[in-house]
């Protein structure tokens, strides 16, 4: 069966960290452009960072540029998010989702293109 599971979310203080994760089943991670997306109450989904397959490129949406790094570990076939200087807007469902044939990363964040699989997401709440 092929599956996307997030963890790592939960509840964390303003300006703090959190590392997401997105393990894949049924497939090999590495054949896959990933990306991470998020979701607030009341507000349409947005791209936070996507990652190509093998030769590491990234893309960053403008609300998380240098507090966000995704990385990817293909032998443990998981795709990592991790979030340092954490803003209450930053609150948020957050969805990862791969890809075989996006294009570039630009256009799998910005466009969803080639967006294959998705997972069912994690919370993340930022409050004190």
């Known amino acids: 069966q092929v599956q996307l599971v997030e963890s790592g979310g939960g509840l964390v203080q303003p300006g703090g960290s959190l590392r997401l994760s997105c393990t894949a089943s049924g497939f090999t991670l590495d054949d896959y452009a990933i990306g991470w997306f998020r979701q607030a109450p009341g507000k349409e989904r947005e791209e936070v960072s996507c990652i190509s397959r093998r030769d590491g490129f990234t893309y960053y949406g403008d609300s998380v540029k240098g507090r966000f790094t995704i990385s990817r570990d293909n032998a443990k076939n998981t795709v990592y998010l991790q979030m340092n200087s954490l803003k209450p807007e930053d609150t948020a469902v957050y969805y990862c989702?791969?890809?075989?044939?996006?294009?570039?990363?630009?256009?799998?964040?910005?466009?969803?293109?080639?967006?294959?699989?998705w997972g069912e997401g994690t919370l993340v709440t930022v409050s004190s």
């Open positions: 989702a791969a890809g075989q044939r996006v294009g570039t990363v630009q256009a799998m964040c910005l466009y969803y293109n080639g967006i294959d699989y």
